[in-house]
């Protein structure tokens, strides 16, 4: 059966949409690489295709085998995981890679986020959180961290500038509507788009395009660094304001 080049671009975008996630697992500590990969053996859209317990033993494969999500696994010190991740990005731009550590720490997410993490995972998160992540960092559209460290860096001066005043690099962007800056104080809170959509009654695809928008009007590429242009810039109600409820 033959098939017009259009409807042979279709079928073939069909079944490329429906292939698994080709992840790489990289830590050096084999228990916690055991149980995560469980985790992601256990999911249906995932597929691991490569695990080393170094980035320098892993890097040739995950060049060959087209790993597109990179999770890796940090501790101390954290120069030895920014180095791998600016590694990663020279020679894998492609690829996003998701940290995954035990140490709750803004100044160490702030290196990490800089470093180009698409993802700060817990050690005590459980699988739901691994798996979103995964899939978040594969779409390239957000970064998912804990809300907390996002502020502790913004709290912390980690996004100032380099004579400790807040004011320089200030990125320019376009004025904000009024939906537009309700939206933008919601994501500020971290919770999910869901949650937002429902607690102001529009669909949750409206949400999302409201949050692009914010997102391209604040001169960022994600989420995360849009809350961190907005603080730079002011933009945000001042704490003890009506927030809304946390995500489920």
Same mark, same amino acid.
């Given at each position: &059966?033959?098939? *017009?080049?259009?409807?042979?671009?279709?079928?073939?975008?069909?079944?490329?949409?429906?292939?698994?996630?080709?992840?790489?697992?990289?830590?050096?500590?084999?228990i916690?690489?055991?149980?995560?990969?469980?985790v992601?053996?256990?999911?249906?859209?995932?597929? @691991?295709? +490569?695990?080393?317990?170094?980035?320098?033993?892993?890097?040739?494969?995950?060049? *060959?085998?087209?790993?597109?999500v990179?999770? =890796?696994?940090?501790?101390?010190?954290?120069?030895? /995981?920014?180095?791998?991740?600016?590694?990663? $990005?020279?020679?894998?731009?492609?690829?996003?890679?998701?940290?995954?550590?035990? =140490?709750?720490?803004?100044?160490?997410? *702030?290196?990490?986020? &800089? /470093?180009?993490?698409?993802?700060? =995972?817990?050690?005590?998160?459980?699988?739901?959180?691994?798996?979103?992540?995964?899939?978040? %960092?594969?779409?390239?559209?957000?970064?998912?961290?804990?809300?907390? @460290?996002?502020?502790? &860096?913004?709290? $912390?001066?980690?996004?100032?500038?380099?004579?400790?005043? +807040?004011?320089?690099?200030?990125?320019?962007?376009?004025?904000?509507?009024?939906?537009?800056?309700?939206? @933008?104080?919601? &994501?500020? +809170?971290?919770?999910?788009?869901?949650?937002?959509?429902?607690?102001?009654?529009l669909?949750?695809s +409206?949400?999302?395009?409201? %949050?692009?928008?914010?997102?391209?009007?604040?001169? /960022?590429?994600?989420?995360?660094? /849009?809350?961190?242009?907005?603080?730079?810039?002011?933009? =945000?109600?001042?704490?003890?304001?009506?927030?809304?409820?946390?995500a489920p």
């Open positions: &059966m033959s098939h *017009s080049r259009g409807e042979t671009k279709y079928l073939e975008s069909t079944r490329l949409s429906k292939q698994a996630i080709r992840v790489g697992l990289i830590d050096a500590h084999p916690v690489r055991a149980g995560l990969k469980a992601l053996e256990k999911e249906k859209g995932l597929d @691991l295709v +490569t695990e080393s317990q170094s980035l320098a033993r892993a890097i040739t494969e995950i060049q *060959s085998k087209k790993v597109e990179v999770i =890796l696994g940090v501790r101390e010190p954290v120069s030895q /995981a920014v180095f791998d991740l600016k590694e990663l $990005g020279t020679r894998c731009p492609e690829v996003a890679p998701v940290v995954f550590t035990n =140490l709750r720490s803004a100044p160490c997410f *702030s290196r990490l986020l &800089m /470093a180009g993490a698409r993802a700060y =995972l817990l050690t005590e998160y459980g699988r739901d959180e691994v798996v979103d992540a995964v899939l978040s %960092a594969r779409r390239g559209r957000t970064i998912k961290a804990p809300i907390d @460290l996002v502020l502790g &860096m913004i709290r $912390g001066g980690a996004i100032a500038g380099s004579n400790g005043n +807040t004011e320089e690099g200030v990125p320019s962007f376009s004025r904000l509507t009024t939906r537009e800056q309700e939206i @933008l104080n919601f &994501m500020a +809170t971290g919770v999910a788009y869901r949650t937002i959509a429902e607690t102001l009654f669909a949750e +409206t949400v999302k395009k409201y %949050a692009h928008t914010v997102i391209t009007k604040l001169g /960022a590429s994600n989420r995360a660094t /849009a809350v961190l242009n907005a603080h730079r810039l002011n933009l =945000l109600e001042e704490e003890g304001s009506e927030t809304p409820p946390p």
